[in-house]
C-alpha cells in the first residue's frame, strides 16, 4: 500500500548554521544553506523516498539536528517509492553503493534486505531501550536490532463522522453486529453508511487486513501457523470474517454508488461533509482528509473494525518504516550517522517531525508526544495505544503477503466474487509467495 514513484535524483541539501531557522516547505531542489561547521565537519547523506511528506518531515528534522550538531551537514536524497524503491535500495545495499543512513520498512520487508549481512546494528545503543516494544521486534534480525523509528504508527480502522453520529444518537460499535445496525440507522436516514474508494486499489484491503486484531483475539498462533503453511484465510472461520465482511455490505447496497471509480481523496471528501459516515481506512490517509474537508476534519474520529466480543475490542497497527546504516558506513561517517540516528529516535526528533509533518499516529518512541493540533482521529488512536488494545498488523508478524490482494478484495467488495472464493484464491497467492521465499512446510 504505497505510494507512485516520481523521478529519483533529487537531491535536497539541509545545511544551516546553528539556531538559524528557516521555512524548508517551500524549498526546492537543491543547496538550502552553507554547512557553517569548518573544514572538520562530516558529511552525511541520508536516502528517502520521494513522497513529499516523507521529504518536508526529514528537512525539519535535518534541520534541528544541524542546530543541535553544527559541524554535520545532512544531504536528503531521493528514489522512488513502491517497487523500484525497493529494487533501488536491494541493488545498493548489494553493490556497496548506499550512503550512510537510508529509510525503508519495518517488518517482512526489512527482512527480505539481509539486515545481518548488510546493516549495523544497534542494539547497545542507549535510545534502543525508549522503543515501542512491537517496533523494536520487527527491526529485530538474529537478536540484534537495526532501526529507527521515522515517524508515527499508523492504524488500519473504521474512521467516522462524529457529527452524524450525534445526529442519529449512534454509539461507538464494538461488535460487528452493533456496526450493521448502526449501518442500518444510517442508510434509512438518507446517507451512505460505508465509503468505499476501489478507483484506488489499494483501498479495498482494510476490511481484510484491519481486521487482524479479532483474527489474533480469537486464533493467537495464527500468525505463526500461516507463515507455516498451516493456517489458510478460506479454512480459518476468524480469518474469514473480514472477506465475507466485504461481500455482505456489498450485497446490503451500503457502498457509495461510484465506490468502483472514486479515489481515496474523494473518499476522504465524502466523510468530512458528512456524505458518507463510514470509511475503512488507514490513518495515513487523515493528511488527505485535511485537506479534501478542512472543516469536516474535525468531526472525524475513528475505531477499530469490530469483531465478536466487545472484551477484545482492539487496533490493528502497522509500524513506522526505519532509518537504518549500511555496513559501508564506516569511521566519522559512521560516527554521525549514529548520531542522526539517535536524534530521530528521541523527544526532540519527534518533535522536529511533528514540525514539518502532522503525524497520523503515536511514535514508537516513549517520551515522544503528540503536539496539540493533532486532528481527533489521532488522539483516538492514542487511546488504544495507552490502553493497549491494540495487535500488529499481520505482514509485521509473517514475511507473507500475496501481491494480488487489492485485486482479489476488489472483487469480492463489487460482487464479483464470492468471499469464500476470494479466500481460497489469496490463499493460493500467498502460496506462490511462500515457495518464491524458500519457507519451510509449503512443499
Request: hydrophobic share 40%.
Amino acid at each position: 500500500m504505497r505510494n507512485q514513484t516520481s523521478p529519483r535524483g533529487r537531491l535536497r541539501m539541509i545545511a544551516l548554521a546553528a539556531g538559524a531557522v528557516l521555512a524548508l516547505a517551500g524549498c526546492s531542489a537543491g543547496s538550502l544553506g552553507s554547512s557553517g561547521g569548518g573544514g572538520g565537519g562530516v558529511n552525511l547523506t541520508w536516502v528517502l523516498d520521494s513522497n513529499a511528506s516523507t521529504m518536508k518531515a526529514a528537512e525539519s528534522v535535518a534541520a534541528a539536528f544541524k542546530a543541535q550538531n553544527p559541524d554535520i551537514t545532512v544531504d536528503l536524497e531521493s528514489r522512488p517509492s513502491g517497487s523500484e524503491g525497493d529494487n533501488i535500495v536491494k541493488t545498493r545495499l548489494a553493490t556497496g553503493d548506499m550512503p550512510d543512513l537510508f529509510l525503508y520498512n519495518s517488518g517482512s520487508l526489512f527482512q527480505a534486505i539481509g539486515p545481518v549481512q548488510n546493516l549495523v546494528p544497534v542494539t547497545d545503543e542507549p535510545w534502543v531501550g525508549t522503543l515501542e516494544e512491537n517496533f523494536k521486534r520487527v527491526v529485530t534480525a538474529d537478536g540484534n536490532v537495526f532501526g529507527a523509528p521515522f515517524g508515527s504508527q499508523m492504524t488500519g480502522a473504521i474512521l467516522y463522522n462524529k457529527r452524524i453520529y450525534a445526529e442519529l444518537g449512534l454509539q461507538i460499535p464494538k461488535t460487528w453486529s452493533e456496526f450493521m445496525a448502526n449501518n442500518a440507522a444510517v442508510k434509512a436516514a438518507g446517507r451512505v453508511p460505508v465509503i468505499q474508494t476501489y478507483g484506488d486499489t489499494y483501498t479495498s484491503q482494510l476490511f481484510v487486513l484491519g481486521d487482524f486484531h479479532n483474527v489474533a483475539a480469537s486464533e493467537p498462533d495464527f500468525a505463526e501457523r500461516y507463515t507455516a503453511g498451516q493456517a489458510k484465510f478460506a479454512t480459518s472461520p476468524a480469518a474469514l470474517k473480514g472477506w465475507q465482511h466485504l461481500e455482505e455490505l456489498h450485497d446490503l447496497g451500503y457502498y457509495n454508488e461510484d465506490f468502483p471509480t472514486a479515489k481515496m481523496e474523494e473518499g476522504m471528501r465524502k466523510l468530512g461533509d458528512g456524505e458518507g459516515v463510514h470509511y475503512p481506512m488507514l490513518t495515513n490517509g487523515i493528511t488527505t482528509l485535511a485537506v479534501a474537508s478542512p472543516e469536516g476534519a474535525k468531526d472525524i474520529g475513528i475505531f477499530p473494525i469490530p469483531g465478536d466480543d466487545p472484551a477484545k475490542n482492539g487496533l490493528t497497527v502497522w509500524s513506522p518504516s526505519a532509518v537504518y546504516i549500511p555496513k559501508t558506513t564506516e569511521g566519522a561517517q559512521l560516527d554521525a550517522a549514529k548520531k542522526l540516528q539517535a536524534f530521530i529516535a528521541s523527544p526532540a526528533g519527534c518533535a522536529a517531525y511533528a514540525q514539518g509533518v502532522r503525524p497520523n499516529g503515536p511514535f514508537a518512541v516513549d517520551g515522544c508526544e503528540l503536539p496539540d493540533d493533532v486532528l481527533p482521529a489521532v488522539r483516538d488512536f492514542q487511546s488504544f495505544v495507552d490502553a493497549s488494545a491494540f495487535s500488529p498488523a499481520l505482514e509485521f508478524l509473517s514475511p507473507i503477503k500475496g501481491p494480488a490482494l487489492e485485486q482479489i478484495t476488489v472483487e469480492v467488495g463489487s460482487g464479483i466474487r464470492p468471499a469464500a472464493d476470494g479466500a481460497a484464491l489469496y490463499d493460493e497467492d500467498v502460496r506462490k509467495q511462500a515457495l518464491q521465499l524458500g519457507l519451510p512446510g509449503w512443499d
